[in-house]
């Protein structure tokens, strides 16, 4: 990773990824500097012959499995920043709290949270990739296991957790895979306990290029505000979602929802 932002200091884009002009940049690398990067066309991975959204996907597919391409891309497009906001605005952790973070990919909420804070973590997530470069963070109250989040009730050993996150996985669940989780998280949040989710939420209002950059999404199960609220509900009493505007640099939604007071 040094070696690409050296690079980009050669090309005096050293504020990159935190420069939005240097985003545009790329955009515009990407799509028309192809006499620049010709065999390293990113669409070749993915073994197609040109370019649609299908196999564009399938390369972000690829290319995102890599914990440090998605770490980078997070920085880029802002999901880092989501992710900052959610913690910053809706999060209040205590000395001695635990945490439970379902589909926690290479473990980076740890960077959000205050290095000083005395807490215990467990980080779950199915992609043995992510958890290579997760267990770099593992210590005595640090731990990570690989498992399937929506049958996750058998690796806590009856463990309950003041905050459960799931940021950014349920888009990757069915409607049944969500119940089961949201099920499971409701039997193992302590009595004042909060389930956070991070999710990309669809609305009408929405332009058809946001529409367009979302379906993109290595997720299959976009869904709207109405709908992540029906599978909330079904199994928390107390339902709070916001809109968190300006996070993304490109056109893309997401909503965090504070969940409370299982059922
Ligand atoms: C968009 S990434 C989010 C990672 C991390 N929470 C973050 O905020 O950077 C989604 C993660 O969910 C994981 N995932 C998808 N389906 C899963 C499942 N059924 N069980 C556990 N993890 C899953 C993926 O491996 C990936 O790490």
Not at 217 to 226: I, S, V
Request: glycine content about 8%.
């Amino acid at each position: 990773m040094d070696e690409v932002f050296d690079s980009l200091e050669l090309l005096g884009l050293e504020n990159f990824p935190s420069d939005d002009g240097s985003l545009l940049f790329v955009i515009w690398l990407f799509f028309f500097g192809k006499p620049l990067w010709g065999k390293y066309a990113p669409f070749r991975l993915a073994g197609g012959k040109g370019f649609n959204a299908h196999n564009f996907r399938s390369v972000l597919e690829t290319l995102l499995q890599h914990p440090a391409l998605y770490q980078f891309v997070q920085d880029v497009i802002g999901g880092t920043r989501a992710r900052q906001w959610t913690v910053e605005r809706y999060v209040r952790l205590q000395p001695g709290e635990s945490i439970l973070d379902l589909g926690c990919g290479p473990g980076d909420l740890l960077k959000l949270l205050p290095a000083t804070a005395d807490f215990k973590y467990l980080g779950i997530d199915l992609s043995e990739k992510y958890l290579n470069v997760a267990a770099k963070r593992a210590n005595d109250s640090i731990d990570f296991v690989q498992g399937d989040c929506a049958h996750f009730l058998p690796l806590l050993d009856g463990r309950r957790f003041d905050w459960i996150f799931c940021m950014g996985l349920l888009h990757h669940l069915s409607d049944a895979q969500c119940q089961s989780l949201l099920s499971a998280a409701a039997q193992s949040l302590t009595e004042k306990g909060s389930l956070i989710c991070l999710e990309p939420t669809l609305s009408d209002s929405q332009s058809r290029l946001t529409h367009a950059t979302m379906s993109l999404d290595r997720g299959e199960y976009l869904r709207t505000e109405d709908e992540w609220r029906q599978l909330f509900d079904s199994e928390f009493r107390d339902v709070t979602m916001y809109w968190l505007d300006g996070a993304f640099r490109i056109p893309y939604q997401k909503t965090v929802s504070v969940l409370q007071k299982p059922r």
